[in-house]
């Protein structure tokens, strides 16, 4: 009779995917710490539309990245300000919204009077 041999079982293993957004790989910032915890998430985020995106910000600018349901009233905009070239987000730094959702602005650069109108076409 043939020698058979008792197999163990195989262990568990948990499966971690790859994902460039991992944090573990990104230093946290000091001041992430000292924030509500919705508004780390929301910093946490805009660094990763900033990695993703990385030289095309710049070809991107003025338009809404995405948007997001917070609650039944309260929607939240991700966007690229047109003047900073920055990821913004409506609740942190403002949105001034253009309707054709092209040049879409930041409300501290809006304030500054820059008003976006730097390079582009005109209105």
């Known amino acids: ?3 058979t041999t008792k197999k163990k079982p ?12 991992d944090e573990d790989e990104r230093p ?6 000292d924030l509500p915890k919705d508004e780390a998430g929301r910093r946490k ?3 990763q539309y900033e990695d993703l995106l990385g030289i ?7 338009r809404i990245l995405n948007r997001e349901r917070i609650d ?3 929607e939240g905009v991700y ?3 047109v003047s900073c070239k920055k990821v913004c987000h409506n609740l ?3 949105l001034v919204e253009d309707p054709d959702n092209a040049r879409n602005i930041c409300l501290p650069c809006s304030s500054s009077g820059s008003g976006g109108q730097s390079k582009g076409r005109a209105a």
């Open 79 to 81: 966007f690229i300000c």
């Open 28 to 33: 946290r910032g000091e001041d992430d710490e």
């Open 56 to 62: 095309r910000i710049g070809k991107l600018a003025g």
């Open 72 to 74: 039944k009233t309260v």
């Open 92 to 94: 942190d730094e403002g």
């Open 10 to 21: 195989a262990k568990k293993r948990a499966k971690k995917g790859f994902s460039i957004l």
């Open 45 to 47: 985020i805009k660094r």
């Open 1 to 3: 009779m043939p020698r």
